[in-house]
């Protein structure tokens, strides 16, 4: 069974931290993504990997920025928080690219800026 | 631009009775689109698949239905049970031009009341 790890479930930062999250995946799976989820949004693409230390931007990077030195670990940046940034983030995988591979998601970091 | 889209914030229904979510994208390029289901304080899970060739797919008490010219989608859940209460995303994906990237929906809460 496919498991993503979001390093923390809640994280209360103030406006102008740098902020960090983490996100561990154990399938060895190639893709990698970070969404986050707003009531009347749905699941926005923020930055996406195909492999290691290659990234591309999703539908919304900015104000974020990504790494990914290790195939397991994908971490989402915040340069310098705002309060629009006050979100839930989701990190997810996918083994291969073909169309019927699913993404496979983390539980969530709900992260509150002040 | 909402290339996905479902209209309905919440959806309300008996248990037993059938749940039918639906979804409409405008992007004449997907070529595959899921449904993830999602509880609170939890990740997103898949739930469900179709390819853009296929008209019908089946697993269990779930459905989902294509029509493409239309460009609509459904999910049918029969017969609806309390523990489907969840959120309901409909994602699709272009795999030509975005790779497995999926553009989600925002979002249909359903409530299935004992």
């Known amino acids: 069974d496919v498991k993503v790890t979001q390093s923390s479930r809640y994280l209360v930062k103030r406006t102008g931290e740098k902020v960090f999250l983490e996100c561990v995946q154990d399938?060895?799976?190639?893709?990698m993504f970070w969404y986050r989820q707003d009531p009347g949004l749905g699941l926005r693409l923020i930055y996406f990997s195909y492999d290691v230390k290659m990234k591309e931007k999703g539908d919304i990077p900015e104000g974020y920025s990504v790494s990914r030195e290790k195939k397991e670990r994908f971490s989402l940046i915040l340069e310098s928080a705002s309060t629009n940034q006050t979100s839930m983030y989701l990190c997810?995988?996918?083994?291969?690219?073909?169309?019927?591979?699913?993404?496979?998601f983390g539980n969530g970091t709900r992260l509150t800026v002040t | 631009d909402q290339q996905v889209k479902q209209n309905s914030p919440s959806l309300s229904v008996q248990e037993g009775r059938i749940s039918i979510l639906n979804c409409d994208y405008t992007?004449?390029?997907?070529?595959?689109f899921l449904w993830y289901k999602k509880y609170p304080a939890e990740g997103p899970t898949f739930l469900i698949s179709?390819?853009?060739?296929?008209d019908k797919n089946e697993d269990g008490r779930f459905t989902v239905f294509l029509n493409k010219s239309a460009k609509h989608l459904s999910l049918h859940i029969v017969p609806s049970q309390p523990g489907d209460s969840a959120v309901y995303f409909c994602?699709?994906?272009?795999?030509?031009?975005?790779?497995?990237?999926?553009?989600f929906g925002e979002g249909t809460q359903l409530t299935v009341n004992p």
């Open positions: 997810a995988s996918s083994l291969t690219l073909a169309g019927n591979s699913p993404l496979h």
């Open positions: 399938m060895d799976h190639e893709n």
């Open positions: 994602a699709a994906r272009d795999l030509e031009t975005s790779g497995s990237r999926l553009t």
């Open positions: 992007n004449s390029m997907f070529d595959y």
């Open positions: 179709i390819s853009s060739i296929k």
